[in-house]
């Protein structure tokens, strides 16, 4: 099974800061790893898929990259309601592991 | 617009099972592979497993091997996942969502999530 590690497991940010969250894979996914963003009491939401695709209709302010085993997903500019849960999910092997989650406070 | 909506709140006895179904509307439904995602509280997300209607073929996580099944009535566009042997750490949000896209793993909708709640 392929692991996802996530960082940092929370962290707090000031409204208008760059935000950025990594997740390492165990081994080599290339570029198939999809982003979302859970806010409390609702289901998972797609932001990136293949590493760096905005899903249509996401905001231009989140992104993502890497390839092979270590990716980045950045917010360019925290927003009020971005204060949300963060997951990393890998779909290279099965199963599609998801990270740990990142949970992003407003400072 | 493609909607998942999901059976309701279940509360059951350990050892028990639970089958929870999962209705699509808006879409081509047996096209789309339906994956099983779970939540328990506080927790994050676990892949379960998934089924593509039109292939009527399941993979499940090893972790749950033997005690999940997924199926899906093209007829009706409904997904199911029962899961038997219950325990108390069975107890969680289980959510089908749409896996979309070239890879199939684009997962684009999500039904509203259920609560399983395994008490004796």
């Given at each position: 099974?392929i692991?996802?590690t ?21 081994q ?6 999809n ?13 990136i ?34 204060i ?9 092997n ?12 407003i400072k | 617009?493609?909607?998942l ?13 639970v ?12 096209s ?18 998934r ?9 499940y ?8 099944t ?51």
């Amino acid at each position: 099974d392929i692991q996802m590690t996530q960082s940092p497991s929370s962290l707090s940010a000031s409204v208008g800061d760059r935000v950025t969250i990594t997740c390492q894979a165990s081994q080599d996914i290339s570029n198939y790893l999809n982003w979302y963003q859970q806010k409390p009491g609702k289901a998972p939401k797609l932001l990136i898929y293949d590493a760096s695709n905005l899903e249509t209709g996401v905001p231009s302010r989140f992104s993502g990259s890497g390839s092979g085993t270590d990716f980045t997903f950045t917010i360019s500019s925290l927003q009020p309601e971005d204060i949300a849960t963060y997951y990393c999910q890998q779909y290279d092997n099965l199963p599609p592991f998801f990270g740990g989650g990142t949970k992003v406070e407003i400072k | 617009q493609v909607q998942l909506v999901q059976s309701g709140a279940e509360v059951k006895k350990p050892g028990s099972s639970v089958k929870v179904s999962c209705k699509a509307s808006g879409g081509t439904f047996s096209s789309y592979a339906i994956s099983w995602v779970r939540q328990a509280p506080g927790q994050g997300l676990e892949w379960m497993g998934r089924i593509i209607p039109i292939l009527g073929i399941a993979n499940y996580a090893q972790k749950f091997q033997g005690r999940v099944t997924i199926t899906a009535d093209k007829s009706t566009s409904t997904a199911y996942m029962e899961l038997s042997s219950l325990r108390s750490e069975d107890t969680a949000v289980y959510y089908c969502a749409r896996g979309g896209g070239s890879s199939g793993w684009q997962i684009d909708y999500w039904g509203q999530g259920t609560l399983v709640t395994v008490s004796s």
